[in-house]
């Protein structure tokens, strides 16, 4: 069978993954030196992912009318990621990130932005029962963007779709903690699983242990929860059970987009199997083992790689 009609297949139901964030182009450096121009963001990078993998896929952006912009509309294209939710700005350009690579391959940022008073000027896509919405970053509590996010963010819930929120905050955005905190519980309500990394948890929530922070923050609000502490074990929390999952350890050509793609990887595995919203809570160890190794081959691919995503010939295995 063809990996066409075969992809037909897997999809037939014409579920989709809707991912919303911000996308940019990456430099990359090493040793101080630019060494690649790499489309990027954080939920972008999953999506370009899942688009090779012949997952259908939307994503909701903004970029500018410029030639920085027209390439990643052009890169989101060639790799089956719709871009009709695109918000093209003629005010201002798309933002550019220097990421600067250090010995263990972990990226420090540096970010270009310039956007215009009035953003997110586009149609939104219908959100149906079903569909997987996934939602990242700094985008997601943005305070300039959260009214039009967050109508998204209760809309998917309220189809029914599976929000998958990595809460992904970075120490650059650690001075308005208490002023987002807010904004992430209420992401925290309307999810049906949050993921986290370590680095996250520290920046957000300082000197609270992951048990702390599931107990007091998450499961009051949302029952599944992930967290991964980069070579160190990934920490699954369930109303079921609890489990830690090991790491391979490999050595990275880089990390840029390995938690982005482990997002896809777990998205993929919800696709694959017919995981709906109301199958969620009721997963057993065994479809958790299968979810979870489909998250870390997909992460795993990403640092193998030396753009952000998983490779074309990973893809092609799907």
């Known amino acids: 069978m063809s990996r066409s009609i075969f992809s037909s297949y897997l999809f037939e139901s014409m579920r989709k993954v809707i991912g919303i964030g911000e996308t940019l182009l990456d430099i990359i450096f090493r040793n101080n030196q630019p060494e690649k121009a790499i489309p990027g963001g954080s939920t972008f990078n999953g999506m370009i992912s899942l688009g090779r993998c012949n997952v259908p896929a939307l994503f909701i952006s903004e970029l500018g009318n410029d030639r920085v912009g027209c390439l990643l509309r052009d890169f989101m294209q060639e790799n089956n990621l719709s871009t009709e939710f695109i918000d093209f700005f003629d005010e201002g350009s798309t933002p550019v990130s220097l990421a600067f690579l250090d010995e263990n391959q972990q990226a420090e940022y540096q970010f270009f932005r310039d956007f ?61 903690r208490t002023l987002l905190l807010p904004f992430f519980l209420e992401n925290f309500a309307n999810a049906s699983i949050v993921r986290c990394s ?110 952000n995503f998983v490779s074309k010939d990973f893809a092609k295995l799907k």
Not at 233 to 238: E, R, S, V, Y
Not at 280 to 305: P, V, Y
């Open 116 to 176: 215009p008073k009035q953003r997110l000027q586009m149609t939104f896509p219908e959100i149906n029962a079903g569909d997987i919405f996934i939602i990242s970053s700094y985008f997601a509590v943005n305070p300039v963007l959260r009214e039009k996010v967050y109508g998204l963010v209760r809309y998917a819930k309220q189809q029914k779709a599976i929000v998958y929120y990595d809460i992904n905050f970075r120490k650059a955005h650690a001075s308005e």
């Open 198 to 307: 370590e680095e996250d948890l520290e920046t957000l929530f300082p000197s609270e242990t992951v048990e702390a922070v599931y107990r007091k923050y998450i499961a009051p609000r949302c029952e599944i929860f992930i967290v991964t502490h980069g070579k160190e074990a990934i920490q699954l929390k369930t109303p079921v059970f609890e489990k830690d999952y090991p790491v391979e350890e490999i050595i990275p050509v880089s990390t840029i987009g390995a938690g982005d793609n482990f997002n896809a990887g777990i998205s993929y595995g919800f696709m694959k199997k017919g995981i709906l919203l109301d199958d969620l809570t009721q997963l057993n160890e065994k479809q958790w083992d299968e979810l979870m190794a489909e998250g870390q081959a997909f992460a795993k691919a990403a640092c193998l790689s030396v753009e």
